[in-house]
């Protein structure tokens, strides 16, 4: 059984860097999508960014040239580097992973699998 378990949430003041993980345990797959996403208070579930096996990335609009998605095959974690934050940013973070996605999707209908979260609060 595929788990997914984040870490490295917290609160820090706008302009600052946080850098989360994902843990994976259990099997996994050869090719695979994961990607990271945020959910403030009130609001849907929103894609972040997203790393296929392959090493193909994409972000949406509000991170790009801010975070950074990465994977360490080896460990088999995923990371998600955030620089210069926004108050905007504070959500809960997950990640997830979806088995052999062509694309690179932001929609999280499309993952079947998710860890359980970690928060970051941002103050202005």
């Known amino acids: 059984q595929e788990k997914l378990v984040e870490s490295g949430g917290g609160s820090v003041q706008a302009g600052g860097s946080l850098r989360l993980s994902c843990a994976v345990t259990?099997?996994?797959?050869?090719?695979?999508?994961m990607a990271w996403f945020r959910q403030a208070p009130g609001k849907g579930r929103e894609g972040v960014a997203v790393?296929?096996?392959?090493?193909?990335?994409r972000y949406s609009d509000s991170v790009k040239g801010r975070f950074t998605i990465s994977q360490d095959a080896a460990k088999n974690t995923l990371y998600l580097e955030m620089n210069n934050l926004k108050p905007e940013d504070t959500a809960m973070y997950y990640c997830?992973?979806?088995?052999?996605?062509?694309?690179?999707?932001?929609?999280?209908?499309?993952?079947?699998?998710w860890g359980q979260g970690t928060q970051v609060t941002v103050s202005s």
């Open positions: 997830a992973a979806v088995q052999g996605w062509p694309s690179l999707p932001l929609d999280p209908g499309v993952y079947p699998h």
């Open positions: 259990g099997y996994f797959y050869v090719s695979y999508c």
């Open positions: 790393i296929q096996s392959a090493g193909g990335t």
